[in-house]
């Protein structure tokens, strides 16, 4: 439950950001047909708001599996790297040619434990033959 409100404050801020911009951009548009100035605090106003809202989208992008993960942090690395920072992979899946997955504890990665996330409390890495890890994703244990 923690998890889905976190997002649900993040996705109802970029709302609210995206609708003051759109306000101060009409309002500017109003004082520019009535050949007024527009005023630095309407523009101010708008550059910070573009500026928040692409910082948000940025941080949903990354972290679009796990609130506290930045999945890009994995995604693109080696296996074997992730390997001796964590130490502790619960599981390691290898086949045949050499691609797989590897599974971690959320908890090994943030340091804190979300209570009542049992949805999201192992982190998937699958990589490829390479050992490069080309999808990340939360999910239950294997077998839950």
């Known amino acids: 439950m923690e998890t ?4 649900i ?10 609708i003051s911009v759109i ?13 007024k100035k527009v005023g630095k605090n309407i523009r101010n106003g708008i ?3 573009i500026v928040l809202g692409c910082m948000l989208t940025i941080w949903i992008s990354s972290h679009k599996s796990y609130p506290l993960i ?11 790297k992730i390997e001796q920072k964590y ?3 619960d599981c390691n899946f290898t086949s045949e040619d050499g691609s797989g997955y ?3 504890k959320t908890e090994q990665i943030t340091g804190t434990k979300m209570y009542g996330s049992g949805d999201y409390s192992f982190y998937y890495m699958k990589f490829d033959k390479n050992g490069k890890i080309i999808k ?3 999910g239950r244990p294997a077998g839950g």
């Open 9 to 18: 404050f993040v996705y109802a801020l970029l709302a609210v950001i995206f």
């Open 70 to 80: 930045n999945d890009w942090a994995f995604l693109g690395k080696n296996i074997s």
């Open 136 to 138: 990340v994703y939360c």
């Open 23 to 35: 306000t101060l951009i009409v309002v500017m548009v109003l004082n520019i047909k009535k050949q």
């Open 47 to 49: 550059i910070v708001g």
């Open 102 to 104: 590897a599974v971690l």
């Open 4 to 7: 889905a409100m976190i997002y």
């Open 87 to 89: 130490k502790m992979i």
